[in-house]
């Protein structure tokens, strides 16, 4: 079983900043991190990218969020974490850990985090 662990969430002001963390957590002596990454829903929205890395410096935006939020990786760790700054209000939302991990028995599958919960509000 592969389950991806998230922490960092709360209520934070506007112009503040919040890290996200998210570890793999598994009983699997060996897998591989494929893709990585951060996904939010607003309320009466649909979920949508905010992070992605692929690996190999190959990162993708929302442009959303672009030169405020930073992504980053630590496969050694196995965790993958979400820097943002100056938080709007619009960024409330759930955020959602996201994993496309391999192991021995599953192959390459898509994993999701239980999901975080950020505001942003005066």
């Known amino acids: 079983q592969v389950q991806l662990v998230e922490s960092g969430g709360g209520l934070v002001q506007p112009e503040g900043s919040l890290k996200l963390s998210c570890r793999v957590s598994t009983t699997q002596s060996f897998f591989r991190i494929n893709i990585m990454g951060w996904y939010r829903q607003a309320p009466g929205k649909q979920r949508e990218s905010v992070a992605v890395?692929?690996?190999?410096?190959?990162?993708k935006y929302a442009d959303s969020v672009k030169g405020r939020f930073a992504i980053s990786r630590e496969d050694d760790k196995n965790s993958v974490f979400l820097q943002m700054g100056e938080l709007k209000p619009e960024d409330t939302g759930v955020y959602f850990c996201?994993?496309?991990?391999?192991?021995?028995?599953?192959?390459?599958?898509?994993?999701w985090g239980q999901g975080t919960q950020v505001t942003v509000s005066s």
């Open positions: 996201y994993g496309n991990i391999w192991t021995p028995d599953r192959g390459s599958v898509d994993y």
């Open positions: 890395d692929k690996g190999r410096s190959n990162i």
